[in-house]
C-alpha cells in the first residue's frame, strides 16, 4: 500500500472499498496480518466484503459481465444478491472480525470460483481455525450450515425420492427454517442438541401420474427429515475434525456454563480443543406445507 501511494498524486482513501479478495493459499497462511491493517483503518467499513477464491484472487477483480464497466459493483451486487435469496449467510467482513475476535467460535468466508472468466460461482464456505482457512465446505452445504443456525430466507432445493416408485424424486423448496441449540453439562463432559425444523413445498415431481396423498406426503418428510439430519452431521463431523466452530457452540458454553468455562477451558485454543471431542446430536423435523398442482 505504501508503494502504491507512491505512484498516486492524491492520497489512497478505503472508504469506498466493496471487496477483499484472497487466494487459499494466503487464507492457509493466515490472515492476521491482514486483518489488523484492515481493521486498524478506520475508513474501510464493516460492510465490505472479504472472500477466498481457490485460484487466483486477482482474477476475480477480471469478471465481469460485457454489459458491466464495474467488476468490484458486480461481486458486491452479486453477493448482496445471494444473501438476499437465501443462497449465503450475511458475512461481512465486521462479521469475520467479530467472530475470530470471539473465544467461543470461529469465522468462515465465502468462497468464490471465476466460471467462464465472466461469472462468479459461489463454491461453499471457507471455515478458518483462528485466522487460518483449514478447509471448506461444498456449495450445497452452504444451507445445511444456515439451517444448524436457523437462518432465513432460504433459496435451496433438494431431490427427494418418492415413496413407492423407483427412480423418481421430487424437488423440495426449502421455504424457512428454525433451530434451537442446547448445550448440556454433565460433570465436565458436554454435549450439544441441535433441535432443526424445516417448512418447504413440493415444487414439483418427476413421476407425474402419480398423485400424492396423505401417506405420500408422511413418508417424504421422514424421508426429508432423514436426509438432511444425515448431512448435517457429517458438517458438524468435518468441522470437528478441523477444531473449526463456526457454528458458535463455545459461546453457548461461555454463556451457560461459565463456571466450567473459566475453571477448564479459558481460551479459545483450548476451546478448539475441547469442541473437537464433544458429543453433538442433530435432531430434525420436516414439514411439507404445500404441493404444487400439474397445469394443463
Known amino acids: 500500500m505504501e508503494n502504491l501511494q507512491q505512484e498516486l498524486s492524491q492520497k489512497l482513501y478505503l472508504g469506498h472499498l466493496q471487496l477483499v479478495i484472497l487466494s487459499e493459499e494466503i487464507a492457509r497462511e493466515g490472515v492476521g496480518e491482514i486483518n489488523d491493517y484492515l481493521h486498524r483503518n478506520n475508513e474501510v467499513r464493516r460492510t465490505a466484503w472479504l ?39 450475511k458475512q461481512y467482513i465486521g462479521h469475520f472480525w467479530i467472530a475470530t475476535s470471539r ?19 459461489l463454491d461453499g464456505l471457507a471455515y478458518f481455525k483462528g485466522d487460518k482457512m483449514v478447509g471448506r465446505t461444498a456449495p450445497i452445504e452452504i444451507g445445511t450450515f444456515m439451517a444448524l443456525r436457523g437462518e432465513n430466507p432460504s433459496g435451496y432445493r433438494g431431490a427427494i425420492p418418492l415413496p413407492d416408485v423407483h427412480n423418481e ?20 463432559n458436554l454435549k450439544a442438541t441441535f433441535d432443526v425444523t424445516l417448512y ?7 413421476h407425474l401420474s402419480k ?5 405420500d406426503i408422511r413418508k417424504i418428510e421422514e424421508e426429508w427429515s432423514k436426509r438432511a439430519k444425515n ?3 457429517q458438517l458438524v463431523q468435518r468441522l470437528q475434525n478441523d477444531e473449526s466452530d463456526i457454528i458458535g457452540i463455545g459461546e453457548i458454553v461461555r454463556g451457560q456454563h461459565s463456571e466450567l468455562w473459566n475453571d477448564s477451558i479459558k481460551t479459545k485454543e483450548k476451546w478448539q480443543q475441547v469442541f473437537s471431542t464433544i458429543d453433538i446430536e442433530v435432531n430434525v423435523e420436516s414439514h411439507i406445507e404445500r404441493v404444487g398442482k400439474i397445469v394443463i
Open 51 to 89: 472472500l477466498v477464491n481457490g485460484e487466483n484472487a486477482g482474477d476475480t477483480l477480471k469478471a465481469a459481465p460485457p454489459v458491466t464497466k464495474i467488476p468490484s459493483l458486480f461481486l458486491s451486487q452479486t453477493l448482496d444478491n445471494s444473501v438476499r435469496l437465501g443462497k449465503l449467510p
Open 103 to 121: 473465544k467461543g467460535r470461529d469465522g468462515f468466508l465465502p468462497y468464490i470460483k471465476v466460471v467462464n472468466g465472466e461469472n462468479i460461482l
Open 169 to 188: 424424486s421430487g424437488i423440495i423448496r426449502v421455504e424457512r427454517r428454525k433451530s434451537n441449540m442446547t448445550v448440556e453439562n454433565e460433570n465436565g
Open 200 to 206: 418447504g413445498a413440493i415444487e414439483e415431481k418427476t
Open 211 to 215: 398423485e400424492f396423498d396423505s401417506n
Open 231 to 233: 448431512v448435517m452431521l
